[in-house]
């Protein structure tokens, strides 16, 4: 009778053990978990790398509009000295060949800001955040429709000079 309450004994605390074992198998492999990046924490660490993007652009775009303003305003003034004859007709082509590369500088940064902001969306969509695909195509035809406003001075102005 002692021995079968020693194997018992023995036995339950062989089981002990290796519940504790598992409990704490369990343990690290939870901690391991919480420590790796989920695919949540990956996303949204995209995400701000994407924002971070899209505000670094749109301040590109507004200083080369400004500057594409001020050469389009410099190529109209040297336009009427060279019509007048107190300007070099090579210096207006130079000027003219800068608009055209800050322009195409310009229409570079739209479409690396729309591609930014479509894998913006994307992510957000992922997390559960963003709209429906009806509501993204009716806000992307939006602004299709609103660049052209964003830049009057380097819309037809510019291009009747080149």
């Not at 695919?39 to 507004?62: C, V, Y």
């Not at 479409?111 to 429906?132: M, P």
């Amino acid at each position: 009778s002692r021995q079968a309450k020693g194997g018992s004994a023995a036995r339950r605390a062989a089981k002990e053990e290796e519940e504790a074992a598992a409990a704490a198998a369990a343990a690290a492999a939870a901690a391991e978990a919480a420590k790796a990046p989920t695919m949540f924490t990956a996303a949204a660490g995209l995400w701000r790398g994407l924002q971070d993007k899209l505000f670094d652009l749109e301040a590109r775009m507004i200083k080369t509009t400004s500057e594409t303003a001020k050469q389009t305003t410099k190529v109209n003034k040297l336009q009427e000295k060279v019509a007048k004859g107190k300007a070099d007709a090579s210096m207006l082509a130079k000027e003219k060949q800068r608009l055209g590369q800050m322009q195409q500088q310009l229409d570079t940064l739209e479409v690396e800001k729309t591609k930014t902001a479509n894998r913006a969306s994307s992510v957000l969509s992922f997390l559960g955040i963003g709209g429906s695909k009806q509501q993204k195509q009716q806000q992307q035809a939006q602004q299709q429709q609103e660049q052209p406003q964003q830049r009057p001075a380097a819309g037809s102005g510019w291009q009747s000079l080149l």
